[in-house]
């Protein structure tokens, strides 16, 4: 059976025998962009998460006074329930099914997989992903680059080197449409650190949205 290490050098020799394989195919171009690095040097990005983390504090509380509406009616039953009849029990059981029912549906409409959160980050974040996505584009295709990897994105690259990494290059293009960090004021964050690491931030990435 194969060591840890075996695997891992066995994944190395794998992916730079790939990433040679599509640079010597027709003398391609390879570059990578930390897409994360990009995302945190956009000042709108940063607005765009404070407003929502300032919305899912807001709706989560709200959701919470619900919550802790029915662990009050609960704990009074409780105390209450030797003096009910088996009505009344059946009746304020109810109480605090619909109650608790009612804070399910309202988490389910804020926080959703279709909710209000997710509608108001996509309202935020993706008029952002598209026009990093177009000053990208036009950057590859003005500097011929034929493959651009995200070394955000979770792909195993196992090693890149800082020489091909168009990161700041794609932020000054973006910086023809929208605010951008100055380039001398650009810091990265030790866990988005490039040269052979990769992040596994959950923020979004780059991409040509599909509708």
Do not use: H
Request: charged share 25%; net charge neutral; proline share 2%.
């Amino acid at each position: 059976m194969k060591t840890f290490k075996s695997l891992l050098l066995t994944a190395a020799i794998v992916c730079c025998s790939i990433i040679s394989a599509y640079a010597q195919i027709g003398g391609q171009k390879l570059a990578y962009v930390d897409s994360d690095y990009i995302l945190n040097n956009i000042p709108e990005y940063g607005d765009a998460q404070e407003e929502l983390n300032s919305l899912s504090n807001q709706w989560q509380n709200e959701v919470k006074v619900i919550y802790d509406k029915v662990s009050e009616m609960y704990k009074k039953y409780q105390t209450e329930m030797v003096l009910l009849s088996e009505d009344q029990k059946r009746a304020r059981e109810q109480e605090i099914v619909n109650k608790e029912q009612e804070a399910k549906n309202l988490q389910m409409q804020y926080f959703g997989s279709e909710g209000k959160l997710f509608q108001k980050r996509t309202e935020l974040i993706q008029p952002i992903q598209e026009k990093i996505y177009t000053a990208l584009t036009e950057l590859s295709q003005t500097k011929g680059y034929t493959f651009v990897f995200d070394l955000a994105s979770g792909t195993s690259i196992l090693y890149a080197s800082d020489k091909v990494d168009i990161s700041d290059d794609v932020l000054d293009q973006l910086s023809n449409v929208m605010q951008t960090v100055r380039r001398e004021d650009r810091k990265r964050s030790a866990a988005g650190a490039t040269s052979g690491g990769s992040s596994s931030s959950p923020t979004p990435k780059i991409g040509k949205t599909r509708n």
